[in-house]
């Protein structure tokens, strides 16, 4: 398809359902105002229907609906199955009797049992047959589920449903054996085809070109993270606040023996504002996008590639930016080696580490299926790189059951990185008769930050 015909099939569906007046709202949510119930059940419906799919199955799209909702719902949906050749499937619960005579077939199920599975006009005659004459002015579908409901306020009662619900299935069971071919075909179907396509045929899904996939889909996550004011002021904030306090908390250093432990400590805050800061706030971001990628995936809408790289695109990013002012106010505050090489190494290392946590998250949040066990597995991880950084305890004084954890933790590499490129070519001076490493090699040798090059 052309961009021309995609946007005129956006417009066509748009107008199929009434979303005219909802066009340029907002979805919203629990925290923000958005559009009615009706119009968000309609808009699921049209996600649906801009696929063109020849078999569309929909999951009590009136729940939670008022009946004239309901009914305007299930009429849209049959007028636009009618018009575009579409089998619809459509599971509903207790519908109106407008609503029940608007489906062209009804499947009644009972404990996961057959009752009945024919047209919808004929339903009320069949039960009379059989001896269940639907009253005069009741609802079919309200007295259908009665006599299919198992009454469980006593054991009698039970029972006698029970032995009801077992008559029924009997009964149609015998029907849909006994009866002429053309009552078979009628309510059967042809249980081989589906709109002429063979069920064991695989349908032939035209597929969007990938990169058209991947710029449509980080268009709209740029878009909706720029409307998250919250997180994009949170970002900005803690950068600007974590920036004036490490700054200021180790203030022009010098070049004495106090200066060695505090340049290391400054250097591996650095390393644990790129983790930390960077992964907790993004994960509930993307666990958020994540339902909405499954069940858009669910209609082959697009690739899980596109949607993946699009993430990192618009995370990195956000990240890099923030984290920038950051990383440049904690610098030159704090009076880190005043050197253009220097400063541009050890940002390139920064960079680095952050789109390691930006990866890390989307590993997080696409392994761990639940928000809240993610959110214990991402703090365990981050805090076993941290300890395991090279700060806290030296490299070779740790046990060798654990010593391995270092070649696979990014901040130890980071620490590593950022330590070599700070203190070589330093020298320190130490006061009279107090012991000191006068260079930084000395330094780097020590805590034995020097083994990667």
């Known amino acids: 398809y052309t961009p021309a015909d995609k946007a005129e099939r956006v417009n066509t569906v748009i107008r199929q359902l009434r979303l005219e007046a909802a066009r340029n709202t907002r979805i919203g949510d629990a925290a923000t105002r958005g559009v009615s119930g009706g119009e968000r059940k309609r808009v699921s419906i049209g996600t649906e229907l801009l696929t063109d799919p020849k078999l569309l199955f929909l999951d009590e799209p009136t729940s ?15 007028k636009i199955s009618v018009e575009q050749n579409t089998a619809t499937i459509m599971t509903i619960h207790q519908p109106n009797a407008r609503i029940f005579s608007i489906f062209d077939k009804v499947i009644l199920l009972s404990q996961g049992r057959l009752v009945y599975f024919g047209p919808t006009s004929s339903s009320i005659d069949y039960f009379a047959s059989i001896g269940y004459q639907c009253p005069m002015h009741e609802n079919p579908a309200d007295y259908f589920v009665d006599l299919m409901t198992l009454d469980y306020r006593s054991d009698e009662a039970l029972a006698k449903s029970k032995e009801q619900v077992n008559t029924l299935v009997e009964r149609f069971a015998e029907y849909s054996g006994s009866g002429t071919t053309s009552e078979k075909q009628s309510i059967n179907g042809d249980r081989h085809t589906v709109n002429g396509l063979s069920v064991y ?3 032939d899904i035209p597929r969007n070109n990938w990169f058209h996939e991947y710029t449509t889909l980080a268009r709209r996550d740029w878009i909706n993270t720029l409307r998250n004011i919250p997180f994009m002021a949170g970002q900005v904030t803690q950068a600007v606040f974590m ?24 250097l591996f805050i650095i390393c644990v504002n790129a983790t930390f800061p960077v992964v907790m706030p993004m994960l509930t971001l993307y666990y958020k996008e994540r339902d909405i990628m499954v069940r858009e995936r669910s209609s082959a809408t697009y690739r899980v590639t596109s949607f993946y790289v699009s993430k990192l695109t618009t995370f990195i990013p956000i990240a890099l930016i923030a984290n920038t002012v950051f990383f440049t106010g904690v610098y030159f505050i704090s009076h880190l080696t005043f050197n253009a090489g220097k400063f541009f190494i050890g940002l390139a290392t920064f ?10 998250l989307l590993m997080v949040g696409s392994a761990v299926k639940s928000i809240e066990f993610g959110f214990v597995v991402a703090p365990i991880v981050l805090t076993i790189q941290i300890l395991f950084g090279g700060l806290f305890a030296n490299p070779h004084t ?5 010593r391995w954890i270092r070649w696979v933790n990014p901040v130890q590499y980071a620490f590593s990185s950022f330590s070599q ?8 001076v130490c006061a009279a008769g107090q012991q000191c490493y006068s260079t930084g090699a000395e330094v780097i040798d020590a805590y034995s930050v020097g083994r990667f090059t």
């Open 64 to 78: 939670g609906l008022d009946s004239n909702s309901s009914e305007m719902v299930v009429e849209l949906v049959k």
């Open 201 to 203: 045929e695989e349908p």
């Open 243 to 266: 920036a004036l306090l490490i700054g200021f908390m180790f203030f022009y250093l010098k070049h004495d023996a106090l200066s060695i432990n505090n340049r290391l400590g400054v």
């Open 351 to 360: 960079y680095s580490l952050i789109t390691v946590s930006v990866s890390f």
């Open 398 to 402: 740790i046990t060798p059951v654990l």
């Open 421 to 428: 490129n700070e203190f070589r070519g330093m020298e320190f």
